[in-house]
């Protein structure tokens, strides 16, 4: 089967399965590295006034859930994902509600929860209009979003030593380009018109920088076990191991500017409109 048989629903179940193969790397890898961006997020919703019920759409191994507890103590804290093994992360940090949904659907009442949290999530949905459709559905009126995307992105050099040799070695990918829609989102324009189109009201978005220097351990064992996996398992094993042997070789003369990552990202935060008609 090639990409063009695949419906954006098969795309969104292979994202999740993909999520669950390299939940472990994703935790201990890469979390550290966005984390402080969700929580910069969390500390500027009204968390400290919410004593009722909290989503954290799309929680992943619940990074953020722990901060969000912080912030807001007696609220329900519920975190939904569509995969099984990050939400068996979440699990080990939170003792809250977890469920399995996709965030385009959620299974949730309306009108139920004072804040919604969608940290790095919108850009992986063939629908993110639809999500942010959802999320002003299960808030409150006046209750509050806080949303995290991604903007322009430059990957450590080091990644491209990888993509040259695993390209030169044969590795095949499929490619996911329903559930890679970064381009939905990846400005302040649009993510004022996607939140807008949604029904909220009161607005506002910036953008921070985010800067890191893989250590080039951490940087082989995350591309072994998450971006690079799908093509090494592509190979056979002989050819992967020689594969890596070359990668090897090459990264072993490379200083510590190869390693350095540099991304910005789009942060949101928004109200539902206290009557229907208050978003016109
Ligand atoms: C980059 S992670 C972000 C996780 C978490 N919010 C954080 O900040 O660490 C993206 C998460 O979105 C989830 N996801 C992607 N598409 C989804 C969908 N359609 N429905 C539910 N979850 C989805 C993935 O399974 C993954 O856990």
Redesign the pocket.
Known sequence: MNQADLTANQQ?AM??DR?TQRAGAYEALW?PI??PV?ERLISRLPLSSTTRSVVDI????G??LPTIKRAAPSAVIVG????PG?LRLAKDKHSGPLAL????NLALPANRFQVAVV???LF??PYPDQCLAEVNRVLQPRGAVGTVTWGSENMAPANAIWDDELQGAGAQILELPA?DNRACCDTAQKMTALLGKAGFVSIKVWSESIEHRWRPDDHFDYQVRSSSRLRLLSLSEKDREACLGRIRLRLSSADGDQYVYRGEVFMATAFKADHPSDNH
């Open positions: 969104t994202l999740a999520y979390s966005i984390r969700g799309g929680t992943g191994a990074a953020l939904v994902d569509r995969s990050m949904m996709d965030v385009q940290a790095f999530v992986h949905l559930v």
